[in-house]
Nanobody, 119 residues
Framework: QVRLVESGGGLVQAGGSLRLSCAAS????????MGWFRQAPGKERNFVAA????????SYADSVKGRFTISRDYAKNTVYLQMNSLKPEDTAVYYC????????????WGQGTQVTVSS
């Protein structure tokens, strides 16, 4: 069974950086895509970034392009989200999710990690 555990959230000032981690376990992820999503209070959960585990192809939401970078570490079975030049509007709970290719649906999900950016 796939298990995802996020970490690395916290409080940071605008313009600062954070790196989120998603430790994945339960199976081999060669045929998976891994994604980061976020949900701000009172809003729906939105896509942030994704990476194809095998090959490393990435995609990003327009709102984070040029500021966020998704990457993965094979040896540690971990996906990262490096967030630079953070803005108050980046404040949200960030979730990691897995997608078994070629399915279009993400799931399962991690428990989430809070990111708060102060102005």
């Amino acid at each position: 069974q796939v298990r995802l555990v996020e970490s690395g959230g916290g409080l940071v000032q605008a313009g600062g950086s954070l790196r989120l981690s998603c430790a994945a376990s339960g199976r081999t992820f060669s045929y998976y895509a891994m994604g980061w999503f976020r949900q701000a209070p009172g809003k729906e959960r939105n896509f942030v970034a994704a990476i194809i585990w095998r090959g490393g192809m990435t995609s990003y939401a327009d709102s984070v392009k040029g500021r966020f970078t998704i990457s993965r570490d094979y040896a540690k079975n971990t996906v990262y989200l490096q967030m630079n030049s953070l803005k108050p509007e980046d404040t949200a709970v960030y979730y990691c999710a897995a997608r078994r290719l070629p399915s279009a649906d993400f799931g399962p999900w991690g428990q989430g990690t809070q990111v708060t950016v102060s102005s």
